[in-house]
């Protein structure tokens, strides 16, 4: 039960973190400068703001008794320039309510920081019953204390008992955070960058695609990654270039000996033994071909723009001229970067494979998410699902469901399936809603 919670959690806190690079750096700073943040701002407002409001509060207190004291001392002659001085000087309104009484009990203490605190200071440093207005003024707060003879009433300034760095404070604090964050998020997008270019770079070489231009860039392992990168490109350019070099060399040692037996083949007549061997020439022919087009993989050929729906069209075309019963569908204009003389390789044996073993193809092709899907469907015997896979081997040839005598090298969707998967796509085979076999091809847009 415990571990199908924590499985839970994890795939909530997967869902709640950033996927990209980017964004888990910035989590990274983010969340310590956040804390940070809260931390500060609890401390202050604890402790700071406290202790400021608290001082000042006590301040008024100690001036309004200050007044009591010395209205004690000096006569009634005396009393009112005693106020107005001691008002000027305090920054306190003060009036006396002679032979008045307080109309209630002191109230309790709000929940207000500033309240608490006057109320607080009152207490201790004036020691006399008091009522205190707080609401009923914007900026300024009325306190009224109970004395022998009347009411002192004293009108106290607002700023006197609240303190405006803390609102500073405050804006200084998430002014700079956000500063800082928009400097990290530019230093961080500049730092994931060159890790972009890189993946971008990895994935047209995979494609088949030209990356001249590629240069490490960004911190020393990212640079150190893209120097990885293009020893492995050079290393595998290479090897392409090797293996083209050598199947020149191979396709020309076999094709003179052959050219010269089927002169000599010709020469000879034409009796029932050297119909037999011209079809083995011919035959050794075939496989040589299917052999080196297997092996060079058309990977000298150049990427470019081309029309999937006008090539379909040129194959299809190509196929009924034949014979075949082919039917074509293409949803709108499908446009990818490809080479176009393998992908068309690719799409004959696929047409001629099913034309081979069925009446009928039906062919689709559209747009699905950031693919486009090209599915090749026959109504005849099909694969069992056991051996789809084995068919995409080189020189497998099925003996079930598939007549050996009709053909073919066992290369064909050996090459199909290389050609797509060079695209950066795939080739399976599935069931066709015809009750044949379906080939479904996908390339990246």
Same mark, same amino acid.
């Given at each position: 039960?415990?571990?199908?919670?924590?499985?839970?959690?994890?795939?909530?806190?997967?869902?709640?973190?950033?996927?990209?690079?980017?964004?888990?750096?910035?989590?990274?700073?983010?969340?310590? /400068?956040?804390?940070?943040?809260?931390?500060?701002?609890?401390?202050?407002?604890?402790?700071?703001?406290?202790?400021?409001?608290?001082?000042?509060?006590?301040?008024?207190?100690?001036?309004?008794?200050?007044?009591?004291?010395?209205?004690?001392?000096?006569?009634?002659?005396?009393?009112?320039?005693?106020?107005?001085?001691?008002?000027?000087?305090?920054?306190?309104?003060?009036?006396?309510?002679?032979?008045?009484?307080?109309?209630?009990?002191?109230?309790?203490?709000?929940?207000? &920081?500033?309240?608490?605190?006057?109320?607080?200071?009152?207490?201790?440093?004036?020691?006399?019953?008091?009522?205190?207005?707080?609401?009923?003024?914007?900026?300024?707060?009325?306190?009224?204390?109970?004395?022998?003879?009347?009411?002192?009433?004293?009108?106290?300034?607002?700023?006197?008992?609240?303190?405006?760095?803390?609102?500073?404070?405050?804006?200084?604090?998430?002014?700079?955070?956000?500063?800082?964050?928009?400097?990290?998020?530019?230093?961080?997008?500049?730092?994931?960058?060159?890790?972009?270019?890189?993946?971008?770079?990895?994935?047209?070489?995979?494609?088949?695609?030209?990356?001249?231009?590629?240069?490490?860039?960004?911190?020393?392992?990212?640079?150190?990654?893209?120097?990885?990168?293009?020893?492995?490109?050079?290393?595998?350019?290479?090897?392409?270039?090797?293996?083209?070099?050598?199947?020149?060399?191979?396709?020309?040692?076999?094709?003179?000996?052959?050219?010269?037996?089927?002169?000599?083949?010709?020469? &000879?007549?034409?009796?029932?033994?050297?119909?037999?061997?011209?079809?083995?020439?011919?035959?050794?022919?075939?496989?040589?071909?299917?052999?080196?087009?297997?092996?060079?993989?058309?990977?000298?050929?150049?990427?470019?723009?081309?029309?999937?729906?006008?090539?379909?069209?040129?194959?299809?075309?190509?196929?009924?001229?034949?014979?075949?019963?082919?039917?074509?569908?293409?949803?709108?204009?499908?446009?990818?970067?490809?080479?176009?003389?393998?992908?068309?390789?690719? &799409?004959?044996? /696929?047409?001629?494979?099913?034309?081979?073993?069925?009446?009928?193809?039906?062919?689709?092709?559209?747009?699905?998410?950031?693919?486009?899907?090209?599915?090749?469907?026959?109504?005849?015997?099909?694969?069992?699902?056991?051996?789809?896979?084995?068919?995409?081997?080189?020189?497998?040839?099925?003996?079930?469901?598939?007549?050996?005598?009709?053909?073919?090298?066992?290369?064909? /969707?050996?090459?199909?399936?290389?050609?797509?998967?060079?695209?950066?796509?795939?080739?399976?085979?599935?069931?066709?809603?015809?009750?044949?076999?379906?080939?479904?091809?996908?390339?990246?847009?």
């Amino acid at each position: 039960m415990s571990l199908d919670y924590d499985e839970g959690e994890g795939r909530v806190l997967r869902q709640i973190v950033p996927r990209s690079l980017l964004g888990r750096s910035l989590l990274i700073i983010v969340t310590p /400068l956040i804390l940070l943040q809260v931390v500060s701002a609890w401390a202050f407002y604890e402790r700071h703001w406290d202790n400021v409001t608290k001082r000042l509060a006590n301040s008024v207190a100690g001036d309004i008794s200050t007044v009591i004291a010395l209205r004690e001392q000096v006569g009634p002659a005396q009393e009112a320039e005693l106020l107005r001085t001691a008002g000027e000087a305090m920054d306190l309104t003060l009036s006396i309510e002679p032979g008045q009484r307080l109309a209630a009990a002191p109230p309790p203490a709000s929940d207000r &920081l500033i309240d608490r605190m006057l109320a607080r200071a009152l207490n201790e440093r004036v020691g006399r019953p008091y009522l205190m207005d707080t609401i009923s003024f914007t900026n300024q707060v009325e306190v009224k204390i109970q004395l022998e003879d009347g009411v002192l009433h004293a009108v106290v300034p607002l700023n006197r008992l609240f303190s405006s760095s803390s609102y500073v404070f405050i804006l200084y604090m998430v002014g700079t955070s956000l500063v800082l964050f928009a400097v990290a998020t530019v230093f961080m997008r500049n730092q994931v960058w060159p890790l972009r270019r890189l993946a971008t770079a990895a994935d047209r070489f995979g494609k088949g695609q030209d990356v001249p231009d590629f240069k490490p860039q960004g911190a020393t392992e990212v640079r150190l990654a893209a120097a990885a990168f293009n020893r492995m490109r050079a290393r595998i350019q290479r090897q392409i270039t090797q293996r083209t070099e050598m199947l020149a060399g191979v396709s020309h040692d076999l094709r003179t000996p052959l050219t010269r037996m089927k002169l000599q083949l010709a020469m &000879l007549g034409d009796a029932t033994e050297i119909e037999e061997l011209k079809g083995d020439v011919a035959e050794m022919e075939r496989m040589v071909e299917g052999y080196l087009a297997f092996a060079r993989g058309e990977g000298t050929e150049k990427p470019a723009e081309t029309d999937l729906g006008l090539l379909l069209r040129d194959v299809v075309g190509d196929a009924r001229r034949e014979g075949t019963a082919v039917d074509l569908h293409v949803e709108d204009r499908l446009v990818a970067l490809v080479r176009p003389n393998a992908l068309r390789r690719c &799409l004959v044996n /696929l047409v001629s494979n099913a034309a081979r073993f069925a009446s009928q193809v039906w062919i689709r092709a559209g747009q699905v998410g950031d693919m486009i899907e090209i599915t090749v469907d026959d109504d005849g015997p099909g694969i069992p699902a056991d051996r789809r896979e084995d068919v995409f081997k080189p020189f497998f040839r099925l003996e079930g469901s598939r007549n050996p005598m009709t053909g073919g090298t066992g290369l064909g /969707l050996t090459i199909a399936r290389d050609v797509i998967r060079s695209h950066g796509g795939d080739l399976v085979l599935l069931d066709a809603p015809t009750g044949g076999l379906r080939a479904r091809l996908s390339l990246p847009l």
